[in-house]
């Protein structure tokens, strides 16, 4: 398994090395060409992320998870970026630093429709995080998204690595509205997902283990299974005030496929739950040519 992730991890750099996402810990992806108006400028982004709760393909943690994330970003105009972003969980008992992420990777348009990238993340939880997808330490992904007038399809491939490795893959179809001279863009999105998830089989054996001092090895049947897992709506709104950039993501997911989960307390079929959450991001880009002299 290790020698397949470090495979597919090379693959998706040396794919880049020849052609455009900011995939940062929430995803606020870069936008096509002519549409961020630093799109031809290298520049370094300084910024503030809150999200109403931790929600990955539809699941979630029993209590609300709510992060606070201050990160920085370099954008290179040729279309590379690097991120390092740190989260902090704002949990029932106490809060705490919860997360630090490192992400990197690279974007490029071909001609007037296409958009296309790779990214990697590397993630380092907090040992008793509650964040649902805590179990999981890399990730590595290609993407790519026809432009067009009407509706703008994307279709991405994720894997994500931890104590078994996961694939995931998304369809999105969303819109693109242009109002207030460029500077306002939002983005109505339906968005579908397949994929395995080993996990969130981790995910309730680190929660037996940290709340019941219990060791299992597996909770839920068949995690590896690719099979639908969730849908999403949303409508990222972006607007662009000089070197300010705003970002407000409302979604509601509707997780898919609930898991028979056997614990020691013993078994049950979960009630997957809709959920709906916010995520707010406020960003202050400086271009390269005033911080480097």
């Known amino acids: 398994m290790k020698k397949c992730w470090i495979g597919f991890f090379i693959m998706m750099l040396g794919a880049g090395m020849g052609h455009a996402q900011n995939s940062g810990l929430y995803h606020l992806h870069k936008e096509f060409e002519n549409e ?3 799109d031809d400028v290298t520049h370094l982004d300084l910024g503030v992320n809150s999200v109403t709760n931790n929600v990955y393909l539809g699941r979630k943690d029993g209590s609300r998870v709510p992060y606070l994330t201050a990160y920085i970003s370099y954008y290179n105009r040729r279309g590379f970026y690097f991120d390092i972003a740190e989260s902090y969980a704002f949990t029932k008992k106490t809060g705490h630093f919860d997360l630090t992420t490192l992400s990197g990777g690279y974007d490029h348009t071909y001609g007037t429709n296409i958009l296309a990238g790779v990214h990697a993340e590397k993630y380092i939880y907090y040992k008793n995080s509650p964040a ?3 179990a999981i330490t890399e990730n590595a992904g290609i993407y790519c998204q026809y432009r067009n007038d009407l509706i703008e399809p994307t279709l991405a491939f994720d894997i994500n690595n931890g104590a078994t490795q996961d694939i995931v893959i998304k369809a999105t179809l969303d819109h693109h509205f242009q109002l207030a001279d460029k500077k306002l863009n ?3 999105a339906f968005s579908f997902y397949m994929g395995t998830l080993h996990y969130y089989d ?3 054996i680190n929660r037996t283990l940290r709340n019941d001092n219990i060791v299992i ?3 839920i049947e068949t995690p590896g299974k690719i099979k639908p897992v969730a849908l999403e709506l949303s409508a990222k709104t ?4 000089g070197k300010w950039m705003f970002t ?3 979604t509601y997911a509707l997780p898919l496929g609930a898991s028979k989960v056997t614990l020691p307390s013993g078994g049950y079929t979960e009630k997957l739950k809709n ?3 916010i995520e707010l991001d406020a960003c202050f880009r400086r271009p390269r040519s005033q911080f480097i002299k």
Do not use: E, H, W
């Open 36 to 38: 961020d108006p630093m």
């Open 132 to 134: 649902v997808r805590s």
């Open 186 to 188: 939002i983005y109505p």
């Open 202 to 204: 981790q995910y309730f």
């Open 217 to 219: 090895n597996s909770a």
């Open 238 to 241: 972006i607007l662009y005030a």
């Open 248 to 250: 407000v993501i409302p």
């Open 275 to 277: 959920t709906f959450f």
